[in-house]
T-cell receptor, first 113, second 119 residues
Framework: GAGVSQSPSNKVTEKGKDVELRCDPISGHTALYWYRQSLGQGLEFLIYFQGNSAPDKSGLPSDRFSAERTGGSVSTLTIQRTQQEDSAVYLC???????????FGPGTRLTVL | AQKVTQAQTEISVVEKEDVTLDCVYETRDTTYYLFWYKQPPSGELVFLIRRNSFDEQNEISGRYSWNFQKSTSSFNFTITASQVVDSAVYFCALSELPPYTGANSKLTFGKGITLSVRP
């Protein structure tokens, strides 16, 4: 497919466990973004990648959250020692760089019990 | 700091009615981008339009039109002759104009407006 893909689509985990969320951006898109969507907070920016570098991590809510990107393509968002407040939909988006509009994946719905 | 306000939270209309979704923004940047995204029940955010801060021309695309007014910091979205398929959550968003190609264009979103179009 030509769009942004994310896996898994749903993840249920127990409090305290670690989770990894994956994003495959549109081929050739150099910029990659992670956002979080929750009922209380709306859509919030988490982190921005340009290539494999993350020059803006200002939205990561705590040091339990980290992300990496390899080969200028796939990105993984890792949440360690999950808490109930981490329950949300995690959205990944990519853009071509010369155009600022971002194209979003379907999201991963994370539920922490 | 940037802020986007969508004061309307839920709007319900009957099919074929026109509906306008309001968006007001705040930014200290002199150049910026504005966006509208649609999130249908399936959940995926769909890009609708981008405007540059230095281009205040209104735009029409089929049944959709956008009214950008810098003087009032508003970027409103009108759907003409609404259809049931227009039912979705609509988000207005703002980003700083990046200083170079590929620079950070992280989005600041409004809370979204839930539009329900009844047959």
């Amino acid at each position: 497919g030509a769009g942004v893909s994310q896996s898994p689509s749903n993840k249920v985990t127990e409090k305290g466990k670690d989770v990894e969320l994956r994003c495959d951006p549109i081929s050739g898109h150099t910029a990659l973004y992670w956002y979080r969507q929750s009922l209380g907070q709306g859509l919030e920016f988490l982190i921005y990648f340009q290539g494999n570098s993350a020059p803006d991590k200002s939205g990561l809510p705590s040091d339990r959250f980290s992300a990496e990107r390899t080969g200028g393509s796939v990105s993984t968002l890792t949440i360690q020692r999950t808490q109930q407040e981490d329950s949300a939909v995690y959205l990944c988006a990519s853009s071509l760089g010369q155009y600022p509009e971002q194209f979003f994946g379907p999201g991963t719905r994370l539920t922490v019990l | 700091a940037q802020k986007v306000t969508q004061a309307q939270t839920e709007i319900s209309v009957v099919e074929k009615e026109d509906v306008t979704l309001d968006c007001v923004y705040e930014t200290r940047d002199t150049t910026y981008y504005l966006f509208w995204y649609k999130q249908p029940p399936s959940g995926e955010l769909v890009f609708l339009i981008r405007r540059n801060s230095f281009d205040e021309q209104n735009e029409i695309s089929g049944r959709y039109s956008w009214n950008f007014q810098k003087s009032t910091s508003s970027f409103n979205f009108t759907i003409t002759a609404s259809q049931v398929v227009d039912s979705a959550v609509y988000f207005c968003a703002l980003s700083e104009l990046p200083p170079y190609t590929g620079a950070n264009s992280k989005l600041t979103f409004g809370k979204g407006i839930t539009l329900s179009v009844r047959p």
